[in-house]
């Protein structure tokens, strides 16, 4: 069985950093690709950046390009999102998710839809 477990979020105010983890556990051979999703009230599920397992090819939304990071840890196995110079705008519940894919990669790696197992969710607040 798969679990994904996030941790990190809280409050902050604007132009500070946090810095999410979102631990893996299971057979690592179901995944080769984890992303980070965020969903805020009213709006849709947006997928801000997504990291190769084998390679650590990474991908930004354009949102956070520059701001955020992700990287990946195989050995814990746990996969990190940097956040910095946040914004109001990136308040929300953000979502860690593992995926399976193949083929080429591209803008896929940021749908939802391509993602099996998804995270509990944690909160980030962004204050002005």
């Known amino acids: 069985q798969v679990q994904l477990v996030e941790s990190g979020g809280g409050s902050v105010r604007a132009g500070g950093s946090l810095r999410l983890s979102c631990t893996f556990s299971g057979d690592t051979h179901r995944r080769n690709l984890m992303g980070w999703f965020r969903q805020a009230p009213g709006k849709e599920r947006e997928g801000v950046a997504a990291i190769s397992t084998g390679s650590s090819t990474t991908m930004y939304s354009d949102s956070v390009k520059g701001r955020f990071a992700i990287s990946l840890d195989n050995a814990k196995p746990t996969v990190y999102l940097q956040m910095n110079s946040l914004k109001p705008e990136d308040t929300a519940i953000y979502y860690c998710?593992?995926?399976?894919?193949?083929?080429?990669?591209?803008?896929?790696?940021?749908?939802?839809?391509?993602?099996?197992?998804w995270g509990q969710g944690t909160q980030v607040t962004v204050s002005s």
């Open positions: 998710a593992a995926a399976l894919i193949r083929g080429p990669w591209g803008q896929r790696v940021l749908r939802d839809a391509e993602y099996r197992y």
